[in-house]
């Protein structure tokens, strides 16, 4: 029982949580069987009801640039998750794993479970 | 100025559908996230459900009292789908689209007026949703909540503050507020005054513990909760407030109208509600046109429905 466990446990539970909570979002604009995991750097980060959302520009297959939208939940519930309006700074280099993506080909995605800023897994 | 309602169309329904889901099942806090928040001086959240687990009361109730900054929140106050007795939704919201509530697992006693009253009524949640497009939700656009929504939806931070003569509830959601006389003064006569968004509220002690509010008036073109339930001008909603010790209180809201309702019917029974510190700075929680003008340009239902932007 160390902390290495422990963290694993947490990591676990937030995972076993959170992924049942987003699948729920899956109406017909959203496809949850899709949950990528994309790269890039971030431009802003807007902190703002109804809901919070991030933009960062990512690289295609084709090394075109291509301007990702994600969206959080309302500011009660990310400040609850810890999340304050300095969570994602632009500039900030981010891997983001989606919990869902809009059907229509837009590059815009809900947060998934995992998200890292500048080499660091965000905590819930 | 048409910008507006879609724009709060398409936020309300994201927002239902996003909070209803993560609140319905709350993600744990990690022991870090809760100390910095515990620090805050401005914008506190209040704590998740397993930080009140085997919390023991720190003193009594006091007599007479509901003041204070209050949590629906850990208890699943956050009711996208309908209220805590009577949500409309299936476990995940699959079902959508249909014309009736008989998909729903605990179903409300309708009279065939009460039925014919909620076909009319298009939400964007629960068995019967339809596309955000279609929706005639009244909050859609722009219109107060009303009240006995503020408690069947966002059920989050409030604060019940004692004046003279009245309680005033002030709501984290939309920052709206409610006033219930408790000066000993009868309801009105419903076809002698206007109809209110809020309704007219009495309320009086009827032990050192429990506050009993009687409401009237509500203006009927409110729904009674996100999934488009419906209520006469003749509706009555009863509360009890019962303060269990200073930490905790229960709240039953039943509502009355037996024109929509064969019987009565308990929206929240001893729904349980946490008392916060009377340092807690409630986080503002608006949907501005502005803001959710923008979300709705470049998230909302323009940005993924169809071919997008």
Redesign the interface.
Same mark, same amino acid.
């Not at chain 2, 609140?23 to 806090?29: F, I």
């Not at chain 2, 986080?283 to 501005?288: A, C, Q, R, T, V």
């Not at chain 2, 940005?303 to 932007?309: D, R, S, T």
């Given at each position: 029982m160390n902390n290495r466990f422990l963290t694993c446990v947490l990591m676990a539970a937030v995972l076993t949580f959170s992924i049942p909570a987003l699948a729920h979002h899956g109406n017909a604009s959203y496809d949850v069987t899709q949950k990528p995991t994309i790269k890039g750097v971030v431009t802003e980060f807007i902190w703002a009801n109804p809901h919070c959302y991030l933009k960062f520009d990512a690289k295609d297959e084709n090394g075109n640039v291509v301007h990702w939208l994600v969206e959080a939940s309302n500011p009660p519930d990310q400040t609850r998750e810890g999340w304050t309006k300095n969570t994602f700074k632009p500039g900030d280099e981010v891997e983001i794993t989606m919990g869902s993506v809009a059907r229509n080909g837009q590059p815009i995605g809900r947060f998934g479970s995992r998200i890292v800023i500048n080499g660091k897994v965000l905590k819930g | 100025m048409q910008k507006y309602p879609i724009a709060f169309a398409g #936020? %309300?329904l #994201?927002?239902m559908?996003?909070?209803?889901? %993560? *609140? #319905?099942?709350?993600? !744990?806090?990690?022991k870090? $996230?809760a100390e #910095?928040?515990a620090k805050r001086r401005w914008?506190n959240? !209040?704590p $998740?459900k397993a930080a009140y687990a085997n919390r023991r009361p720190s003193r009594p109730a006091p007599k007479r009292d509901l003041s204070g900054i209050w949590d629906g +929140?850990a208890e699943g106050g956050v009711e996208g789908n309908g209220p805590h007795e009577y949500p409309a939704g299936d476990n995940?919201?699959q079902i959508s689209g249909r014309e009736d509530e008989s998909a729903v697992k605990r179903q409300l006693p309708f009279t065939a007026a009460g039925l014919a009253a909620l076909k009319k009524n298009k939400p964007g949640v629960g068995v019967r949703s339809v =596309?955000v497009a279609l929706a005639n939700d009244p909050v859609n656009t722009g219109n107060p909540q009303g009240f006995p929504r503020m408690l069947f939806y966002e059920l989050? $931070?409030f604060e019940w503050a004692q004046l003279k003569g009245q309680w005033i509830y002030l709501d984290?959601f939309m920052q709206n507020y409610r006033v219930v006389w408790a000066d000993g003064r009868p309801l009105p006569d419903i076809n002698e005054v206007e109809p209110r968004w809020f309704g007219y509220a009495v309320g009086k002690w009827t032990d050192d513990y429990t506050f009993e509010i009687d409401t009237v008036g509500v203006n009927e073109k409110t729904w009674l909760d996100n999934p488009g339930r419906p209520h006469t001008y003749e509706m009555k909603v009863h509360e009890v407030w019962h303060r269990l010790d200073y930490d905790t209180m229960e709240l039953t809201v039943t509502v009355d109208d037996p024109k929509y309702y064969s019987q009565k019917w308990n929206g929240l029974e001893k729904f349980i509600v946490h008392r916060l510190p009377d340092t807690f700075d409630m986080?503002?929680?608006? *949907?501005?046109g502005l803001?959710?003008s =923008? *979300?709705d340009d470049? %998230?909302g +239902?323009k940005? $993924?429905?169809?071919?997008?932007?």
């Open positions: - | #936020a %309300l #994201a927002t559908l996003l909070s209803s889901g %993560l *609140y #319905a099942q709350q993600a !744990p806090q990690s870090e $996230v #910095a928040l914008n959240s !209040p $998740v +929140t995940g919201n =596309d989050r $931070v984290q986080e503002e929680f608006i *949907y501005s803001e959710t =923008d *979300y470049l %998230l +239902t940005a $993924v429905i169809g071919k997008g932007k």
